[in-house]
């Protein structure tokens, strides 16, 4: 323990305290993802406030939250008549609220329960804080992104700028198994991850992987490491077996994202992440998940997706259809209006 606070000290005297300053709100806190995402955030230096939001079970999670010795203060909010307090006055809100995969299901078998509780939630966040910064993790994220942004452009608060499709655990997962491969720290591992968040649509570009895939590694190695970090989210499901998706890298992922959001909105840039935005990156693909830079106001730039290899080329144009199908899927969606 004495060791422990001697390193703590020594940590604060390196990283001098930062301006505690940010409300982040969290939309499905109580769940799976939310539970150790509000951990996650409870520890960062960037946040004063944190609203933790869920249509069940929040009392507990946020009350036990709330006990870490971090200066983060944490409110739990139940039910939609607590949603415009848990918003407003928010820098940044999180959405993990929704349903998770079980095997045989794919990502899109959730847009039917999922779109719902999306346009509900962005509804409310172009009313209590139309200025907010907004990451969206729940799935497809393809589809959720553009529902969102209906939502908010028919509000007239609309900033693309600010409005992202989480697609961080791509990335994550690309450093991780990479690191592996050439037995490095995944910290010292770039691996760019672009396009969309579901199978053929994410594009790992291992040609711009650094360190560089060793020369070792054949075609058929490579094309094997593209397909499973494409694959990794079906692996979680099915190793999960009906227990639901991946919760806990998902949580690291999104804290890591909110990080950058936040350091960027501080003015301590320019930061860079990858995340699914709408964007004039592609022609005719109007979201695309690119590499960013990220400043006070949001996305100050969608940066050049960098060249791509025969086998990236290839996946690149076979993605197309079905992501464009997606992001259609979504706006048809808003478009069509509530059931009635
Ligand atoms: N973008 C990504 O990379 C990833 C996305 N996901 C997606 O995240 C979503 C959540 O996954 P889990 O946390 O594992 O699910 P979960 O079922 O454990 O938790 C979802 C939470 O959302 C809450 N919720 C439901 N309707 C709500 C509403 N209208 N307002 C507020 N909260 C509401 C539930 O009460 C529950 O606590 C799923 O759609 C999943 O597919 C999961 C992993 C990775
Ligand atoms: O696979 C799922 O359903 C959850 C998800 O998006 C992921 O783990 O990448």
């Given at each position: 323990?004495?060791?422990?606070?001697?390193?703590?000290?020594?940590?604060?005297?390196?990283?001098?305290?930062?301006?505690?300053?940010?409300?982040?709100?969290?939309?499905?806190?109580?769940?799976?993802?939310?539970?150790?995402?509000?951990?996650?955030?409870?520890?960062?230096?960037?946040?004063?406030?944190?609203?933790?939001?869920?249509?069940?079970?929040?009392?507990?999670?946020?009350?036990?939250?709330?006990?870490?010795?971090?200066?983060?203060?944490?409110?739990?909010?139940?039910?939609?008549?607590?949603?415009?307090?848990?918003?407003?006055?928010?820098?940044?809100?999180?959405?993990?609220?929704?349903?998770?995969?079980?095997?045989?299901?794919?990502?899109?078998?959730?847009?039917?329960?999922?779109?719902?509780?999306?346009?509900?939630?962005?509804?409310?966040?172009?009313?209590?804080?139309?200025?907010?910064?907004?990451?969206?993790?729940?799935?497809?994220?393809?589809?959720?992104?553009?529902?969102?942004?209906?939502?908010?452009?028919?509000?007239?608060?609309?900033?693309?700028?600010?409005?992202?499709?989480v697609t961080t655990l791509d990335v994550v997962r690309a450093e991780a198994f990479l690191g592996e491969i050439v037995g490095a720290d995944p910290r010292d591992v770039s691996v760019p991850v672009v396009g969309g968040h579901?199978?053929i649509t994410i594009l790992p570009l291992l040609s711009q992987a650094r360190p560089p895939l060793p020369a070792?590694v054949?075609?058929?190695q490579r094309k094997a490491l593209m397909t499973r970090i494409q694959d990794a989210g079906?692996e979680?499901?099915?190793?999960?077996?009906?227990?639901?998706?991946?919760?806990?890298s998902?949580?690291y992922a999104?804290?890591r994202f909110?990080?950058s959001?936040?350091?960027?909105?501080?003015?301590?840039?320019?930061?860079t992440e990858y995340a699914y935005?709408?964007?004039?990156?592609?022609?005719?693909?109007?979201?695309f998940s690119s590499p960013l830079?990220?400043?006070?106001?949001?996305?100050?730039?969608?940066l050049p997706l960098g060249p791509m290899d025969?086998l990236e080329s290839?996946n690149f144009?076979?993605m197309?259809?079905?992501?464009?199908?997606?992001?259609?899927?979504?706006?048809?969606?808003?478009?069509?209006?509530?059931?009635?």
């Amino acid at each position: 323990m004495a060791a422990l606070n001697r390193i703590q000290k020594i940590a604060s005297h390196l990283d001098p305290p930062k301006p505690f300053k940010f409300k982040v709100a969290l939309l499905g806190a109580a769940g799976g993802i939310g539970q150790p995402l509000s951990m996650l955030l409870k520890m960062s230096p960037y946040i004063s406030e944190l609203s933790l939001y869920d249509v069940a079970n929040t009392p507990g999670v946020a009350a036990d939250v709330s006990h870490m010795s971090t200066a983060a203060r944490v409110k739990g909010y139940l039910g939609p008549d607590q949603l415009p307090a848990a918003l407003a006055g928010s820098n940044l809100v999180i959405i993990p609220a929704g349903v998770p995969r079980k095997p045989g299901m794919t990502r899109d078998d959730l847009f039917n329960i999922n779109a719902g509780i999306v346009r509900t939630l962005a509804e409310a966040i172009a009313a209590h804080c139309p200025n907010a910064w907004v990451a969206i993790i729940s799935n497809p994220v393809n589809s959720t992104v553009p529902i969102a942004a209906e939502v908010l452009q028919r509000a007239g608060v609309l900033n693309p700028a600010r409005l992202f499709g989480v697609t961080t655990l791509d990335v994550v997962r690309a450093e991780a198994f990479l690191g592996e491969i050439v037995g490095a720290d995944p910290r010292d591992v770039s691996v760019p991850v672009v396009g969309g968040h579901a199978g053929i649509t994410i594009l790992p570009l291992l040609s711009q992987a650094r360190p560089p895939l060793p020369a070792s590694v054949t075609a058929e190695q490579r094309k094997a490491l593209m397909t499973r970090i494409q694959d990794a989210g079906t692996e979680v499901v099915q190793a999960k077996a009906g227990a639901g998706s991946a919760t806990l890298s998902m949580a690291y992922a999104a804290a890591r994202f909110a990080d950058s959001c936040l350091r960027a909105m501080s003015g301590e840039g320019p930061v860079t992440e990858y995340a699914y935005v709408r964007s004039s990156a592609v022609q005719g693909l109007p979201y695309f998940s690119s590499p960013l830079r990220l400043g006070r106001s949001g996305v100050e730039e969608v940066l050049p997706l960098g060249p791509m290899d025969a086998l990236e080329s290839e996946n690149f144009e076979a993605m197309k259809a079905e992501l464009l199908g997606s992001i259609k899927k979504g706006e048809e969606f808003v478009a069509r209006g509530p059931a009635k």
